[in-house]
């Protein structure tokens, strides 16, 4: 499937300064209850058992998860990167005692080739908001992110799958979402999920809660050749 700029574009440009201020409350308190079913201590969760000392964080939002999964962990190297340039500046400012790494790239591009390897990359509620097919598109960006991982390193994330059960009222909002390109969540179904990260890592973990896919997956080490 082909994607355009322009729908590459829509799948970030919803987050202005107005949107981030309310997105804590709206997407993570009453969308995570009431839409997709899946509180947002199930995301937390998952932040709290893969993040590292060493992580890169992309689609970063307003850094809910990256303020609350820190806390515990002493002096972190911490990037975060993504292509909506107000998201990097308010969510710099929330965790600028972290003094974090700013990347200001479009994933589904390959990555500068100069950036040292992390350990833990977080991809939270991402994936459904790239635009095209989980199978044919967005899977590129675990191309791209593997390139920055360390042998060992996790990744980790959540998104939306359209084949997850739905009741009117996530059909309805997710019907929305979609039609204005904010999500595309039409041709992402949990089968290639699965195989997309099975095809480029190890234990591959996959929880459903409501219609979103909660995953986790390690980075192979590197075969030695003798
Ligand atoms: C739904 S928000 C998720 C925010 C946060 N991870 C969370 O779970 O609360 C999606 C984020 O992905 C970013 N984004 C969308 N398309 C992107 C792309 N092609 N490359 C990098 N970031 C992108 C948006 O700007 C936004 O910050």
Redesign the pocket.
């Known amino acids: 499937m082909t994607v355009t700029q322009a729908q590459?574009a829509a799948?970030?440009a919803i987050?202005s300064k107005n949107v981030l201020r309310i997105y804590n409350s709206f997407?993570?308190g009453f969308s995570n209850q009431f839409l997709w079913r899946c509180p947002t201590h199930h995301?937390l969760a998952n932040y709290q058992r893969n993040i590292s000392a060493n992580h890169l964080d992309?689609?970063?939002?307003?850094g809910?998860?990256l303020e609350r999964a820190l806390a515990k962990v002493s002096n972190p190297r911490l990037a975060i990167?993504?292509?909506?340039p107000t998201?990097l500046e308010y969510c710099s400012a929330k965790i600028r005692h972290y003094h974090p790494e700013v990347y200001n790239?479009?994933?589904?591009e390959p990555l500068p080739s100069n950036i040292k390897k992390f350990d833990s990359v977080g991809i939270?509620?991402?994936l459904h908001?790239?635009p095209g097919s989980l199978a044919s598109n967005k899977a590129s960006i675990f191309d791209h992110l593997k390139a920055v991982m360390n042998p060992g390193a996790t990744i980790f994330g959540s998104t939306l799958l359209n084949d997850l059960p739905k009741n009117w009222l996530t059909k309805t909002w997710m019907g929305a979402y979609n039609r204005k390109g904010i999500f595309s969540v039409l041709d992402d179904h949990l089968p290639d999920l699965e195989s997309a990260l099975h095809r480029h890592f190890t234990n591959v973990k996959i929880d459903l809660v409501g219609s979103v896919g909660i995953f986790s997956a390690i980075q192979p080490a590197q075969v030695t050749r003798v």
Do not use: A, E, R, S
């Open positions: 590459v799948g970030q987050y997407v993570l995301l992309i689609g970063v939002g307003t809910y998860f990167m993504d292509l909506n998201v790239h479009n994933i589904l939270n509620y991402l908001c790239l």
